[in-house]
Structure formats: structure tokens, C-alpha cells
């Protein structure tokens, strides 16, 4: 089972808010470029970050008072480790407001994420994975499904959006919503909606039985 983080299991996307609120310079400019194709996120999102001079204390405040991760995935884990489907988060997002928010609401889960360094000139990221097959991801999902793949499991795959779509192209299962449940419906590609992790709890109850 792999889930994407931002704007799936956190309510909206905290990367995207981190940026919003702290960012000294252009980084409108780097999200229209990249939503337009013109930049791949292994070349915005270090730009965008580096623009962001925040402490550590001040983004992890910031997200401690505005930030809200789905209440009912912790529903959702303890019904996979019950049942032992191992659960991976893959995110684009960074390491370290991924685990305070994990940790603040007591959940447990392995991740795959970006990580970054404060420094003087801002933050600087590490990327997860090499990028070198796909060369357009910080952290390539598709790259960490096809290792698990490779060990003959079948994938789950839950997400939202832009940085979900060609790993949950290779998903045996796909549960989408906003972004990545449109551009699934534009190619024909078989997939549950959800809003909230209970619906997937219930909708595997019914696969699963
Ligand atoms: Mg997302
Ligand atoms: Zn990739």
C-alpha cells in the first residue's frame, strides 16, 4: 500500500502552505512553471524552498497551529496492521513536518520523503530517490512502487494529485481524489474515489473479504 502525503493524508497541502506563507521571492512564478510543464518538480522544488529563510520553530508552529492530518487515517492504519498490508508514505514533501505531524497524532507509519537542511540562505533539500529513470521527480513514487513491484506484491496506491499520476498508473488498486481522480476519469483508468481514509476502509472490507 503507498499513499502520497500532501493533501491526502494531510487535510491541504502543507508543503504548498509552508511556501505560501514563508517564501521571500517568486515561488508563484516556479508553481506556474511547473504547473504548466515548463520545470519538472525535481527542478522547482529545490528553487521554491531555497526562497524559504524560516526557522525550524517557526514552520513547525506554523504548522502546529494551521495544519490538520485526515482524523480517520489512524482508523486506516490499524485496520492494514490487522490485517498486515504494510503501509508506505511516498511524498514530494519534506521530512521534517511529515514526522511532527505523524508524531503530534500518535501514528506510526514508514515514509519515503525529501529531506531537508536549514541553512542561512534557506532551506535546502535532499531527494529521496536518484531520479535517475524519470529525471522529473525529488522523490520518484513510480521508482518506489516498481521496487516493491519487483518483489511480486500487488500495489495499492492513494493520492491527489499532479506528483501521483504515473505511479498510480502502475497501482493494481487506485483510490483518487481532486487532481489525480480527474486526469484518471480523462484516460479511462479504472479507480475508487474517496475524501476520507474510512472510505477506503470501506471499500477494501468489501475487496478483501
Ligand atoms: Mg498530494
Ligand atoms: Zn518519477
Known amino acids: 500500500m503507498l499513499t502520497d502525503f500532501d493533501g491526502t493524508i494531510s487535510e491541504v ?6 511556501v ?9 512564478g516556479l508553481e ?13 522544488l529545490p528553487e521554491q524552498f531555497i ?31 490487522a490485517r498486515s498490508i504494510p503501509v508506505l508514505v511516498v511524498s514530494e514533501g519534506l521530512d521534517f513536518y511529515i514526522h511532527f505531524m505523524f508524531e503530534k497524532y ?9 529531506s531537508a537542511r536549514f541553512t542561512s540562505e534557506g532551506l535546502k533539500l535532499e531527494f529521496q530517490s536518484t531520479g535517475l529513470d524519470c529525471e522529473k521527480c525529488g522523490n520518484c513514487k513510480l521508482e518506489h512502487l516498481q521496487t516493491i513491484k519487483g518483489q511480486g506484491k500487488k500495489i495499492i496506491y492513494i493520492g491527489d494529485g499532479s506528483s501521483d ?10 483510490f483518487a ?8 476519469d480523462d484516460e479511462n483508468i479504472e479507480h475508487f474515489k474517496y475524501e476520507k481514509f474510512d472510505d477506503i476502509v470501506r471499500i477494501l ?3 478483501l473479504e
Request: a neutral charge; proline letters at 0%.
Open 13 to 18: 497541502d502543507v508543503a504548498y502552505s509552508i
Open 51 to 81: 526562497l524559504v529563510k524560516a526557522s525550524k520553530a517557526q514552520i513547525l508552529d506554523f504548522v502546529d497551529k494551521n495544519m490538520r492530518l485526515d482524523a480517520t487515517f489512524s482508523e486506516f492504519k490499524r485496520f492494514c496492521d
Open 32 to 44: 506556474r512553471k511547473y504547473q504548466t510543464g515548463e520545470i519538472t518538480s525535481r527542478q522547482e
Open 205 to 207: 472490507e468489501g475487496l
Open 20 to 28: 505560501k506563507e514563508f517564501s521571500t521571492g517568486d515561488w508563484k
Open 106 to 114: 500518535g501514528v506510526d507509519v514508514d515514509v519515503l520523503v525529501n
Open 165 to 174: 499520476f504515473c505511479a498510480a498508473k502502475e497501482a493494481d488498486i487506485i
Open 177 to 184: 481524489k481532486r487532481k489525480l481522480a480527474i486526469h484518471l
